[in-house]
């Protein structure tokens, strides 16, 4: 039986997504990762929740995997990286073979990308660049406005290109294709507390609001420390009760608000 707009919505805030960013430049420290915090802020906005982000390397294997377990465990998966023309380019290869498809060039992106390098006098529509032109079967394309090579959809995974400025581009495609939810807010008590003063009273206010997940955070700022508290939650009536549970508990703990 096909789920109803309500069930689904309930869904995402149970499960929410997953984000799987591909690739050795980023295990290696060479290229640092932008794409996940972006992703996250952009999903928060939806109120959709990131429960979960993975960063594999350039291998099969590790990437069927974290495919196979991602898109099985959460709504929607994320994925960056690994769709250029290179030889470590093998995500579209991974993710057919994650879904148990196969995978050739898509007429209309092979055209496109002809037309676009030829009037375009970027050089030569090689056999690597044609690479860019392959899409699993039974995908979805996802459009890109910038360099006109596309990434897809296979199920419930979104797979985009590494490069910032692309996946954001990307990501306005994807918009209409999720449910949304309430956006996800957030309110931030700040004190100089230890952590270990605060603790006992922040398990208990978690447990009074077992809807309204709580972390502390610490910090050094003009030689002191202390520690920042954020709730995080769709509902701000109950945003605005979790942070006045705050300031009254680090207050009974001996600190003031900051």
């Not at 090689?126 to 039974?138: K, V």
Request: proline fraction near 5%; aromatic fraction near 6%; include cysteine.
């Amino acid at each position: 039986m096909a789920q109803t707009g309500e069930e689904i919505q309930q869904g995402l805030r149970r499960r929410g997504a997953a984000i799987l960013v591909i690739g050795d430049e980023i295990l290696s420290g060479r290229t640092q990762d932008t794409n996940t915090g972006y992703i996250a802020r952009w999903l928060a906005q939806l109120g959709i929740p990131v429960r979960e982000a993975r960063v594999v390397s350039d291998e099969e294997a590790e990437i069927v995997a974290a495919v196979r377990a991602l898109s099985g465990r959460y709504d929607y998966v994320f994925s960056t990286g690994g769709i250029g023309p290179t030889h470590d380019d093998i995500t579209a290869d991974c993710m057919a073979k994650a879904f148990g498809t196969g995978i050739t060039y898509h007429p209309t992106v092979h055209a496109e990308l002809t037309a676009r390098y030829a009037a375009m006098n970027i050089g030569t529509f090689n056999e690597a660049r044609q690479r860019m032109a392959r899409i699993p079967f039974g995908a979805a394309l996802i459009a890109n406005p910038l360099s006109k090579a596309p990434g897809f959809q296979l199920g419930n995974v979104f797979v985009m290109a590494g490069i910032p400025a692309v996946m954001q581009a990307m990501l306005e495609d994807v918009r209409p294709r999720l449910v949304a939810a309430a956006p996800l807010g957030s309110c931030t008590v700040s004190v100089y507390l230890g952590e270990g003063t605060i603790a006992a009273g922040l398990a208990a206010l978690q447990k009074q609001f077992p809807d309204m997940p709580l972390g502390s955070y610490p910090f050094a700022k003009d030689g002191k420390f202390g520690t920042s508290l954020v709730a995080r939650g769709s509902d701000p009536e109950r945003l605005a009760l979790v942070e006045d549970a705050l300031k009254a508990m680090v207050r009974a703990a001996g600190g003031e608000p900051q």
